[in-house]
């Protein structure tokens, strides 16, 4: 008896020590502006043993994605009922299998793309796409207006002090732009708080124009 009791009290904490794990949840708000278009987005990372489900959600639309670790990216969601996308995309190998519907149109699509990791939701979860100690990574992102596969680069860009909620905060900048020769067409900064990584501010150029995030609570 003493035996299974010590068995059963094992397994009790067990079972806490994953509830914890599999309760390792961050959820923050950014106001995002373009143009003069404002949004309040939703951006949470829930953290497992073997990865994070990232999501972004506001008032149009909800992304998910399940990061697993080693790998990237392994599956992706998107859903604006307003313009008729329901997407649903996976991983297997170096293929991404994408179906459901782009602007009201069923689809079902496989996308070719080379070992670099799948990175879709950019903003949360940097320190897993580019550790410490890596300054650059090359990565693959599916756009979601035609849903081609696109080879990107992030690299980290020096560290400098930004204003933020009326006070200088030292930052690290992280660029983003293409891979190869399309690199200086286009590009994408993001800052992100040195004493802990935080993604609090980023400027990426889309649609046109330019859209802002700000971290609205820390």
Do not use: C
């Amino acid at each position: 008896m003493r035996i299974g009791k010590l068995a059963f009290v094992g397994s009790v904490f067990l079972l806490l020590g994953m509830a914890r794990a599999l309760a390792d949840e961050t959820q923050r708000r950014y106001v995002e502006t373009h143009g003069d278009r404002t949004l309040v987005v939703q951006y949470g990372v829930t953290r497992s043993t073997d990865g994070f489900v990232v999501s972004s959600v506001d008032a149009r639309s909800t992304e998910t994605g399940r990061w697993q670790t080693g790998r990237g990216l392994v599956s992706w969601q998107q859903l604006i009922p307003s313009i008729g996308n329901n997407i649903n995309a996976r991983r297997a190998g170096n293929t991404i299998t994408i179906t459901g519907t782009l602007a009201g149109r069923q689809v079902n699509r496989e996308v070719s793309i080379d070992a670099a990791p799948w990175y879709q939701i950019f903003g949360p979860a940097m320190a897993d796409l580019l550790p410490r100690g890596s300054d650059r990574q090359e990565f693959w992102v599916v756009n979601p207006a035609d849903l081609a596969a696109h080879k990107m680069m992030v690299r980290r860009a020096g560290e400098e002090s930004i204003d933020f909620k009326g006070a200088k905060v030292p930052a690290e900048r992280i660029h983003f732009s293409p891979a190869g020769a399309l690199a200086p067409f286009w590009g994408a900064d993001f800052w992100y708080r040195l004493s802990d990584a935080l993604w609090i501010y980023s400027r990426l150029p889309e649609d046109g124009g330019l859209t802002v995030n700000t971290l609205d609570t820390p």
